[in-house]
C-alpha cells in the first residue's frame, strides 16, 4: 500500500479558484497599522503643544533671570554709592560741584595779619618814584654828554704824567691838589646830600693820593663820581678811605688792588659824572663814617 505524501506541492483544491497569491501575516499588520496611524496623529500632535509652550516659559524666565536681575542689581549698586557718596562726600568734591560756592574745612584756622609784614604804595608815592627815576635820567643824559664834551675838548693824556712826581708837602696826609684855584660846595651842601667838598681846578690839573694805602675803587663809571679812584688806609691808628671824583676818561692811573704811598699821581682833574664843570669832588671816611675833607686835611696836611 502506497502512502500518500500530504506535503506534495500540489496546491489545495480552493487555491485553483484565487488567482491573488497568498499575503504574509506580517504585511496585513503593516498595512492595519497604516490604516490605524493617521487615526492617532491628531492626539500626538495636542500631546506636543502643551510641552512646547511650557519650554518656551522656561526659556523666558531664564532669560529675565540672566538679564533683568544683574540690570537691577546695579542700579541698586549705584544707588546705594550714590546715598555713600551722598553721606560722606570731601570738602574737595563739595567744591567742585560749583564754583562759585565757598566751602570752609574743619580744620581751616583764622591767622592774623600783622600789618608790619605788608605795605601799601599810595598814587602819591608812586608819582614821586616815577618823577625821581626820570630826574636820574636826565641827570645821566646830561653827565654823559658833559663828560663827553669835556673829553673832547681836554685831549687829556695820562701818559704825559710823571709818575715820579710828587704832591709838596710832607708827612701821612697832603693835599690832593699841588694849588686850589677855588673851593666850590662844601661837606653836607644842597640840605646834607654833598658828603665831600669840591676843589675847583683847570681840567687836566694832576690829582695826588691824599694818604697811602691800597686801592679799593677805579672805575670809569662808579654811580654819579663818573671816572673816580677810591683808596684806604690807615692814618694815624684809624681807618681812612678817600675818594676822587669826576675824573676825564683815560686819567685814572692806579688799579684796584694797587698799592700807593701818599703824594704819588692817581689820575687828573675832570667833569664825568653828575659834574657840572671841571673839579675834583674830594670825600674823607673815618672809620666807616663821612668825615668833613677840608677840615681833615687842614687839621693833618697844615
Same mark, same amino acid.
Given at each position: 500500500?502506497?502512502? =500518500?505524501?500530504?506535503?506534495?506541492?500540489?496546491?489545495?483544491?480552493?487555491?485553483?479558484?484565487?488567482?491573488?497569491?497568498?499575503?504574509?501575516?506580517?504585511?496585513?499588520?503593516?498595512?492595519?497599522?497604516?490604516? =490605524?496611524?493617521?487615526?492617532?496623529?491628531?492626539?500626538?500632535?495636542? !500631546?506636543?503643544?502643551?510641552?512646547?509652550?511650557?519650554?518656551?516659559?522656561?526659556?523666558?524666565?531664564?532669560?529675565? #533671570?540672566?538679564?533683568?536681575?544683574?540690570?537691577?542689581?546695579?542700579?541698586?549698586?549705584?544707588?546705594? #554709592?550714590?546715598?555713600?557718596?551722598?553721606?560722606?562726600?570731601? =570738602? &574737595?568734591?563739595?567744591? &567742585?560741584?560749583?564754583?562759585?560756592?565757598?566751602?570752609?574745612?574743619?580744620?581751616?584756622?583764622?591767622?592774623?595779619?600783622?600789618?608790619?609784614?605788608?605795605?601799601?604804595?599810595?598814587?602819591?608815592?608812586?608819582?614821586?618814584?616815577?618823577? !625821581?627815576?626820570?630826574?636820574?635820567?636826565?641827570?645821566?643824559?646830561?653827565?654823559?654828554?658833559?663828560?663827553?664834551?669835556?673829553?673832547?675838548?681836554?685831549?687829556?693824556?695820562?701818559?704825559?704824567?710823571?709818575?715820579?712826581?710828587t704832591a709838596p708837602g710832607s708827612g701821612e696826609v697832603r693835599w690832593p691838589l699841588a694849588s686850589i684855584q677855588e673851593i666850590g660846595e662844601g661837606f653836607m651842601a644842597r640840605g646834607g646830600e654833598h658828603q665831600g667838598v669840591d676843589f675847583v681846578d683847570p681840567q687836566g690839573t694832576p690829582i695826588y693820593a691824599a694818604h697811602s694805602g691800597v686801592v679799593t675803587v677805579s672805575s670809569d663809571g662808579y654811580y654819579?663820581?663818573?671816572?673816580?679812584?677810591?683808596?684806604?688806609?690807615?692814618?694815624?691808628?684809624?681807618?681812612?678811605?678817600?675818594?676822587?671824583?669826576?675824573?676825564?676818561?683815560?686819567?685814572?692811573?692806579? !688799579?684796584?688792588? &694797587?698799592?700807593?704811598?701818599?703824594?704819588?699821581?692817581?689820575?687828573?682833574?675832570?667833569?664825568?659824572?653828575?659834574?657840572?664843570?671841571?673839579?675834583?669832588?674830594?670825600?674823607?671816611?673815618?672809620?666807616?663814617?663821612?668825615?668833613?675833607?677840608?677840615?681833615?686835611?687842614?687839621?693833618? #696836611?697844615?
Amino acid at each position: 500500500m502506497t502512502a =500518500v505524501n500530504e506535503s506534495s506541492e500540489t496546491p489545495p483544491e480552493n487555491a485553483a479558484s484565487d488567482s491573488t497569491p497568498p499575503v504574509p501575516t506580517t504585511r496585513r499588520a503593516s498595512r492595519a497599522a497604516a490604516q =490605524v496611524a493617521p487615526l492617532k496623529a491628531p492626539a500626538i500632535r495636542r !500631546e506636543r503643544k502643551p510641552l512646547r509652550t511650557a519650554g518656551i516659559l522656561v526659556a523666558v524666565v531664564g532669560l529675565l #533671570a540672566t538679564v533683568a536681575l544683574p540690570a537691577y542689581g546695579a542700579l541698586e549698586g549705584a544707588t546705594s #554709592a550714590a546715598g555713600a557718596e551722598t553721606t560722606e562726600r570731601t =570738602v &574737595q568734591q563739595e567744591a &567742585q560741584d560749583s564754583a562759585q560756592k565757598f566751602v570752609a574745612g574743619s580744620d581751616a584756622k583764622d591767622t592774623e595779619v600783622a600789618r608790619g609784614s605788608y605795605s601799601a604804595t599810595t598814587r602819591d608815592e608812586i608819582d614821586k618814584k616815577k618823577a !625821581e627815576a626820570a630826574a636820574l635820567e636826565r641827570a645821566k643824559a646830561a653827565a654823559a654828554a658833559a663828560a663827553a664834551s669835556s673829553s673832547s675838548s681836554s685831549g687829556y693824556n695820562s701818559s704825559n704824567v710823571d709818575l715820579n712826581m710828587t704832591a709838596p708837602g710832607s708827612g701821612e696826609v697832603r693835599w690832593p691838589l699841588a694849588s686850589i684855584q677855588e673851593i666850590g660846595e662844601g661837606f653836607m651842601a644842597r640840605g646834607g646830600e654833598h658828603q665831600g667838598v669840591d676843589f675847583v681846578d683847570p681840567q687836566g690839573t694832576p690829582i695826588y693820593a691824599a694818604h697811602s694805602g691800597v686801592v679799593t675803587v677805579s672805575s670809569d663809571g662808579y654811580y654819579g663820581y663818573g671816572v673816580a679812584v677810591k683808596i684806604k688806609g690807615e692814618v694815624n691808628g684809624v681807618t681812612v678811605e678817600t675818594t676822587y671824583g669826576h675824573m676825564p676818561y683815560g686819567a685814572r692811573l692806579v !688799579e684796584v688792588g &694797587q698799592t700807593v704811598t701818599v703824594g704819588q699821581p692817581i689820575g687828573a682833574v675832570g667833569s664825568t659824572g653828575w659834574s657840572t664843570g671841571p673839579h675834583l669832588h674830594f670825600e674823607v671816611d673815618i672809620n666807616g663814617v663821612k668825615s668833613d675833607p677840608l677840615a681833615w686835611l687842614r687839621a693833618n #696836611a697844615g
